[in-house]
T-cell receptor, first 113, second 113 residues
Framework: GENVEQHPSTLSVQEGDSAVIKCTYS??????FPWYKQELGKGPQLIID?????GEKKDQRIAVTLNKTAKHFSLHITETQPEDSAVYFC????????????FGQGTELSVKP | EAGVTQFPSHSVIEKGQTVTLRCDPI?????LYWYRRVMGKEIKFLLH????????ESGMPNNRFLAERTGGTYSTLKVQPAELEDSGVYFC???????????FGSGTRLTVV
């Protein structure tokens, strides 16, 4: 079935450093890849997304890249801040299955002041 | 615009009891989804409503779980009887027609003891 693999499961960085999270997906029909941030006690919140006709997208300190041939996509956070600490999920959106989301396992990011 | 509302936020019940979770989606969103995160694992799809109709319930674990969406508005997810392995965080999400533009609720943390 459809699967999304995410690495690493935990990531600790110093404030100001960069953080990179990598994912691979299995379903070639996936055409939209949102990233979610989940803070303690809250639901997942969309932070950035990318569609399959685009290779890279940037929004201030956050950027995503997509290699559709290799089925890889990545999240890059630059100049990390303590408030970036949260669990991040990469996701494959299955348009041909009613918009079902397939989540990666999650990355717990800790940014140390 | 009001977000997706879920209640209760926490529920602790004994094995064998019944629990009902409620989700109020964003007004006008045709799509309503239920997801679950079991401790330390990825968030997994449970089911999908389009208005009042079940579109996909392939993720429902077993027949102890029953979801309804009366009149195409709010939805309930009943677990009867609850088992220990049902513990986890249950998220509801809604989106407009087409599926893009998910908004998640804050989740219900269910603990079965």
């Amino acid at each position: 079935g459809e699967n999304v693999e995410q690495h690493p499961s935990t990531l600790s960085v110093q404030e100001g450093d960069s953080a990179v999270i990598k994912c691979t997906y299995s379903d070639s029909a996936s055409n939209y890849f949102p990233w979610y941030k989940q803070e303690l006690g809250k639901g997942p919140q969309l932070i950035i997304d990318i569609r399959s006709n685009v290779g890279e997208k940037k929004d201030q300190r956050i950027a995503v890249t997509l290699n559709k041939t290799a089925k890889h996509f990545s999240l890059h956070i630059t100049e990390t801040q303590p408030e970036d600490s949260a669990v991040y999920f990469c996701v494959a959106f299955l348009y041909n299955q009613g918009g079902k989301l397939i989540f990666g396992q999650g990355t717990e990011l800790s940014v140390k002041p | 615009e009001a977000g997706v509302t879920q209640f209760p936020s926490h529920s602790v019940i004994e094995k064998g009891q019944t629990v009902t979770l409620r989700c109020d989606p964003i007004s006008g969103h045709d799509n309503l989804y239920w997801y679950r995160r079991v401790m330390g694992k990825e968030i997994k799809f449970l089911l999908h409503f389009v208005k009042e109709s079940k579109q996909d319930e392939s993720g429902m674990p077993n027949n102890r779980f029953l979801a309804e969406r009366t009149g195409g508005t709010y939805s309930t997810l009943k677990v009867q009887p609850a088992e220990l392995e049902d513990s986890g965080v249950y998220f509801c999400a809604s989106s407009p027609a087409g599926g893009y533009g998910y908004t998640f609720g804050s989740g219900t943390r269910l603990t079965v003891v």
